[in-house]
């Protein structure tokens, strides 16, 4: 169902190096905040939050959750391709802060739930 989503130009190319580094993102997200939904553009989820990603196209769409256990990241998308290994880190980084556990075949449960 993610595959079917059709984002701008910088969003596609992220979520192909998603997928490509094996992260089982969540396409256009809702997650619940304290008295509101927020959707991100791609979401890492956990059992307790998770990681949320946007590429925002100007400074006014910069993601600002207040979701208790999740963690946001902005990518302005200009030039998001040519960061791209920079920006895969950065997501792996807080993916592994929230004790996510990510497998060759994918994304596998939390190390909270060990």
Do not use: C
Request: aromatic share 6%; net charge negative; no cysteine.
């Amino acid at each position: 169902m993610n595959d079917l989503y059709l984002g701008h130009p910088a969003e596609e190319s992220l979520w192909t190096a998603l997928k490509q580094d094996g992260m089982d993102a969540e396409r256009q997200y809702r997650v619940r905040e304290v008295s509101a939904y927020s959707l991100v553009d791609f979401a890492i989820v956990a059992p307790k939050g998770g990681v949320a990603v946007s590429t925002p196209l100007s400074a006014t769409d910069i993601l600002q959750l207040d979701a208790e256990g999740w963690d946001e990241l902005s990518f302005p998308p200009h030039p998001l391709a040519r960061r791209m290994p920079d920006v895969i880190e950065q997501i792996r980084g807080a993916v592994d802060r929230r004790g996510i556990m990510i497998t060759e075949g994918g994304q596998s449960p939390s190390k909270e739930q060990d």
